[in-house]
């Protein structure tokens, strides 16, 4: 890993954007950015990140975007690159999709699919806050087990997310990638390989955005509740190579349980979680067990 | 090497989207414009469209905003789709003229479910009117391929710079075989150069934006103001009108260099000059309206045809014009406002509103949903048009009268048709 220092200094996001304070998907979109630097071209769908683009000609940004509809992260996506292969310049540009949870997991999920199928040539990042945060905190399938949302608004929400992971994954992806808004050097560096992947289909990344009205915990604490995610091993930061997992060096610790953070770490200091009883709990545990079972499962396949 | 083939209408779209040498294609498969993505893809595959993208995509949906996409870096595209599909795409369809994104997009017009039906009316093609775009009707499958490339034309004018719809009838020209003259690919490109956009993202490395969030008033800043919403809207009503006369001049243009025409541009006509009766229709209405103007004529009427080819911009001072020097105008729509009336028919209505000579308008719908339009059709609902025009107790009735129902073979009533609904 590089030295923090060496990162280069340019920003592509400029300080004051009209995101919250302690936005955790601001600082994802910052560290993504330097790594897929000036010859980028994101579009983004209807999401906080359309409100980090600015308002009325006032733009943060120092890269050409293009915001589309919410459904539309992929599809735009696959218009921009299809446009510059026609072009020639396919090489000279990398397309980056810059899109939300629900509009990744749920109204955006066939144009994605599709996408992904056909090879389409660009970057596709699901920034997931769990929730429809933008139109105000509304359940999205990604949402986890438990979790208030405005349309989960007393009994909390009563399924575990979709395993959005496993369904990219079977499209066969020549990347894919998780990471966490807390770890930015981990992100730069998935980013920028995802980015030297050109020409080689869509490829996912998929980044835990904290979220301080969202989730319900003081704007200090953001880059905190992202890294706890990992600490608990809530989140596990892997990347996937033509469909050869590794741990990311800054998880990899906690496939070892014993390493690992109670999971209460993570749910109490949030409202989101407030109501939570022990059986909830146990939903949780179990959940984390059964993510790393799986990716155990898959090492020892890929050792062997 | 110009070449004449005899093909359908779909087919004319296809060679019509080759001879434009079209960027980017983003097409989905529906009844009837289905062989419009099959012959674009035939082409992409044997390589007679080496320069274009074929993306072919899962929706509708996704095929209008691959064009959205394609089109803000700058590609010319086209996609094609009829009814339902068309109907999936709605959104993207107003992204793309809001964007003001020089599209065309071919409509094989077909009816709306449900319930299902695959045959042709005009319902999806003119529940298409507020998106922005620019909207033509097409009678020949020759006027299919010339339209279209009249459209990017029109569409990529700086003065213009909207998308635009060819609208055909499905079947009756998707389907039916005709000739038609594809021109030489140089010629095209002498009418119709290489796109020169106003947006182009991959160009532009610090264009901050396309499509960002727009308040309601303007931004005042340092650096320049910049417009509201509503001024962006304002534009976009005023490339309408200014792009009446670019289509005239584009038709103008078409004709002297490729020898073919259609009307001037905007409507079409037929044996209007000593006419005192004027049938006012689209599409495959007013192909079958012509013969109708024949039968009446040889009974003694002195009966006209304008074929509207301009949907929008609506052509309201043209249509004035023409209109205005008659007595009586009868319209039939293949299309329903559904709970009002036709759409030309009211349209027609409230632009001759302030006119002093304005006639006396009867609407009538028919054909939906594939229905057959027989030419006495047409002459009857003429002559009952001529019977009751002065009857004041007829003109003040709101009713809308759909012509050729056969309720009575059915032997059903519409209550009884109502009390089964429920
Ligand atoms: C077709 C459509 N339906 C609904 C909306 C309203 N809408 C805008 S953003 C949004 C939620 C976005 O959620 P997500 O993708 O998770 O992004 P976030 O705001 O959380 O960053 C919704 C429901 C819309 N813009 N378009
Ligand atoms: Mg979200």
């Known amino acids: 890993m590089v030295k923090i220092s060496e990162y280069p200094e340019e920003e592509f996001i400029l300080p004051g954007t009209r995101l919250c304070a302690g936005c955790g998907l601001q600082l994802a979109y910052r560290w993504a950015l330097k790594a897929f630097g000036h010859d980028t071209i994101v579009t983004l769908p209807a999401s906080c990140s359309v409100v980090a683009g600015g308002v009325g000609g006032y733009s943060p940004l120092k890269i050409p975007a293009v915001y589309d509809c919410f459904e539309t992260g992929a599809s735009t996506a696959s218009g921009l690159a299809g446009a510059l292969k026609a072009k020639g310049r396919e090489k000279t540009k990398t397309v980056v999709a810059w899109v939300g949870d629900g509009g990744t997991y749920d109204i955006g999920l066939q144009a994605l699919s599709a996408a992904a199928e056909r090879g389409d040539d660009f970057v596709y990042i699901c920034a997931n806050n769990q929730a429809y945060m933008n139109t105000g905190i509304q359940r999205s399938s990604a949402s986890p087990y438990g979790a208030r949302t405005t349309t989960t608004p007393i009994l909390g929400k009563k399924e575990i997310s979709k395993n959005m992971l496993k369904i990219m994954d079977a499209h066969g992806l020549s990347y894919m990638a998780t990471a966490s808004a807390a770890y930015p050097q981990d992100l730069f560096e998935k980013c920028q390989k995802a980015k030297e992947m050109q020409g080689q289909g869509v490829r996912y990344i998929e980044i835990l955005c904290s979220c301080p009205p969202g989730w319900g915990y003081g704007v200090e604490n953001s880059v905190k509740m992202a890294r706890l995610a990992v600490e608990t091993g809530y989140w596990p930061l892997w990347e996937r190579i033509h469909g050869r997992i590794t741990l990311s060096k800054a998880g990899s610790k906690f496939i070892d349980p014993e390493k690992r953070k109670p999971i209460t770490d993570f749910l109490t200091p949030q409202v989101r979680f407030k109501h939570l009883k022990q059986d909830a709990i146990s939903v949780w545990e179990n959940y984390i067990a059964g993510v790393w079972k799986e990716i155990q499962k898959e090492l020892d396949e890929t050792n062997q | 090497m110009p070449e004449k083939l005899v093909i359908t209408g779909n087919f004319a779209a296809a060679y019509a989207c080759k001879s434009a040498n079209v960027d980017v294609v983003a097409a989905y498969p529906i009844t009837p414009q289905s062989p419009v993505v099959e012959k674009i893809s035939e082409f992409v595959e044997s390589g007679e469209m080496p320069d274009t993208q074929f993306i072919c995509v899962e929706s509708e949906h996704s095929a209008m905003a691959a064009c959205v996409g394609a089109a803000e870096a700058g590609a010319r595209v086209f996609t094609a789709s009829s009814a339902n599909g068309l109907a999936l795409m709605f959104e993207l369809l107003c992204w793309c003229a809001g964007a003001r994104l020089p599209a065309v997009v071919c409509i094989a017009s077909r009816a709306l479910g449900a319930p299902w039906t695959v045959w042709t009316d005009h319902q999806d093609a003119i529940s298409m009117r507020d998106t922005g775009f620019m909207h033509q009707f097409c009678e020949t499958n020759q006027e299919i391929y010339d339209s279209v490339l009249m459209a990017y034309r029109i569409a990529e004018d700086p003065r213009v710079f909207l998308p635009m719809f060819v609208t055909y009838d499905g079947y009756l020209l998707s389907h039916t075989m005709m000739p038609v003259q594809i021109e030489d690919p140089e010629k095209v490109r002498d009418f119709l150069p290489p796109l020169k956009t106003h947006v182009d993202v991959g160009e532009l490395g610090e264009t901050r934006s396309v499509s960002a969030v727009i308040p309601p008033d303007i931004t005042v800043r340092p650096e320049g103001n910049t417009p509201g ?194």
């Not at chain 2, 005239?248 to 260099?257: L, Q, Y």
């Not at chain 2, 000059?273 to 039968?295: H, K, N, T």
């Not at chain 2, 911009?313 to 319209?331: D, G, M, N, W």
């Not at chain 2, 406002?337 to 632009?351: I, Q, S, T």
């Open chain 2, 229 to 422: 919403y509503m001024e962006y809207r304002y534009a976009m009503q005023k490339a309408h009108e200014y792009a009446i006369d670019v289509i005239e001049e584009v038709n103008r243009e078409f004709k002297v260099k490729f020898g073919r025409s259609y009307g001037n541009g905007i409507y079409t006509s037929y044996k209007i000059e000593d006419a005192d009766i004027l049938i006012f229709g689209i599409g495959s209405v007013a192909s079958q309206s012509r013969m109708a103007v024949d039968q009446l004529r040889s009974e003694g009427i002195k009966a006209g045809l304008i074929s509207l080819k301009l949907f929008r911009p609506f052509p309201v001072k043209h249509l004035r014009e023409i209109f205005t020097r008659v007595p009586l105008v009868v319209v039939f729509d293949r299309d329903v406002a559904y709970g009002y009336e036709g759409v030309l028919a009211y349209e027609l209505k409230a632009a001759l509103y302030p006119c002093q000579n304005r006639p006396i308008i009867r609407s009538y719908i028919v054909g939906l949903g594939g229905r057959n339009i027989p030419t006495d059709t047409l002459t009857k609902a003429v002559k009952r048009a001529i019977k009751e025009k002065d009857d004041s107790s007829v003109q003040l009735d709101p009713h809308t009268d759909f012509l050729d129902l056969d309720l009575d073979r059915l032997g059903l009533s519409i209550e009884d048709m109502q009390k089964e609904a429920q």
